[in-house]
């Protein structure tokens, strides 16, 4: 068939607007916030807002849902960092994509975060799968990043360099099969209070 009948020939499924703002919208303004959704959450240079938009992607913490949840193939979301701030040195089983949206973003990465670069706005960075990879704010003010990872389930759960894990265990929290778990030592460091919010 020529692209020209394909053209011809094409009808587009019918979705209505109550439909596709049900099912098919993220207003920013209704996602919420976990500030203690992966196991470096408490540690004082890794604390961070993270926000779901398209698939569950990568999640230690399983209350966090998407608003957009049929399976795309990938996922989306959103954090945000203070002045400083970022995640901690992981890696995952499909490649991760940042992009700094309203300052600079330091990209750092390798088996100890050896290698660095710093992305000022819109510009995006792929890290390749299974490539201990992490970030910071370079700015000094509240850093919005867009992240994106392939597969619905963002290839599996997360792997953590075991310094991350180390620490993590000193603040009360673990992961055990890929969930968040908090342990007897768990609690929340002077000033700040856990965020659930949208």
């Not at 490649?95 to 992305?119: K, Q």
Request: aromatic share 6%; with cysteine; net charge negative.
């Amino acid at each position: 068939m020529s692209d020209t009948a394909r053209a011809a020939a094409h009808v587009s499924p019918k979705v209505s607007a109550e439909e596709m703002e049900a099912t098919r919208v993220a207003r920013f303004r209704d996602l919420k916030k976990f500030n203690v959704a992966f196991v470096d959450s408490l540690l004082p240079e890794h604390r961070k807002k993270n926000l779901k938009v398209i698939g569950r992607g990568v999640v230690e913490d399983p209350r966090m849902s998407p608003p957009i949840a049929e399976d795309h193939g990938f996922t989306v979301a959103f954090i945000t960092c203070e002045p400083g701030q970022g995640a901690g040195l992981h890696s995952h089983e499909t490649a991760e994509v940042f992009m700094p949206l309203n300052g600079n973003l330091v990209v750092y990465w390798g088996d100890d975060g050896e290698e660095e670069l710093e992305l000022e706005p819109w510009d995006t960075i792929s890290v390749p799968q299974g490539v201990m990879r992490g970030f910071r704010n370079a700015t000094d003010k509240e850093l919005v990043i867009l992240a994106m990872v392939g597969q619905q389930d963002g290839g599996g759960p997360v792997t953590w360099h075991p310094d991350i894990l180390a620490r993590a265990k000193d603040t009360g929290l673990a992961v055990q099969d890929g969930k968040l778990v908090r342990l007897d030592n768990f609690a929340l460091p002077e000033g700040m209070e856990e965020i659930e919010t949208g």
